[in-house]
């Protein structure tokens, strides 16, 4: 069972556990309780086995991206991945900033910026990998982290970038250099966030407002005009 479905089991646990505890005091019948865990249960099954835990994403997403401060890191993350993937010429092909949004533009509920990958796939496929494409793209994927850790001082998100980074490593029989690629790259990441902070401002401005793609790419491109 996927981890978004078990958040899911764990939130509907908590709040039967609580109106089991607070029934008595406002006369709750405790045969809500059990509609609730077998609501539960079945809901966290069909989300699973129906759609690939894209229902639960969804709800964890929007309890998790309930604050402003969740929302902002959210979009100064994915800005990171914009900007550097720009900077090294890996189109973007679009980005959402929730799994909702993802979902609603016809996407798997997962949020993030989608990279236009045919090059790096086509050359997985056929076992011949230049170190140049592997390198971009562990940049591109620690970016986001790399931008967090820039503007608060740590990174919150950022789990699956590793994991791409990891599983790419493995593919290619080097699964003992993630880590320090994966240092690497976030260090190349944040000299180029660093080297270019009024163009990731502007970004994160840009992506805020749900500008398209190319709108973006025009404001990165004015910006860096300017520095």
């Known amino acids: 069972m996927k981890q978004t479905s078990l958040n899911i089991i764990a939130i509907g646990i908590f709040v039967i556990t609580m109106s089991s505890l607070l029934g008595p005091i406002f006369n709750l019948s405790p045969v809500i309780p059990a509609i609730a865990t ?31 401060e969740r929302r902002d890191r959210i979009i100064r993350h994915e800005a990171g991945h914009f900007l550097v993937a720009y900077l090294l010429e890996i189109p973007i ?12 533009q016809g996407q798997s509920a997962q949020g993030g910026v989608r990279f236009d990958d045919q090059k790096l796939a086509a050359q997985l496929q056929k076992g011949i990998i230049s170190d140049q494409i592997v390198d971009r793209y562990c940049i591109v994927w620690m970016a986001g982290i790399a931008a967090e850790d820039l503007v608060y001082g740590n990174a919150e998100g950022g789990a699956e970038d590793r994991a791409k980074i990891t599983a790419i490593l493995r593919q290619l029989k080097r699964p003992g250099e993630s880590k320090l690629k994966q240092s690497w790259a976030s260090l ?33 491109k004015q910006h860096l005009s300017v520095g």
């Open 188 to 220: 190349q990441a944040r000299s180029l966030l660093e080297n270019h902070q009024s163009a990731y401002e502007a970004l994160v401005k840009a992506m805020t407002e749900r500008a398209s793609v190319s709108d973006c790419y025009q404001t990165i």
């Open 93 to 104: 092909s679009g980005y959402a900033l929730s799994a909702w949004e993802a979902f609603r």
């Open 38 to 68: 077998f609501s539960v249960l079945v809901l966290a099954t069909i989300d699973t086995l129906g759609w690939q835990g894209q229902g639960g994403m969804i709800i964890v997403d929007l309890v998790e991206g309930a604050s402003s």
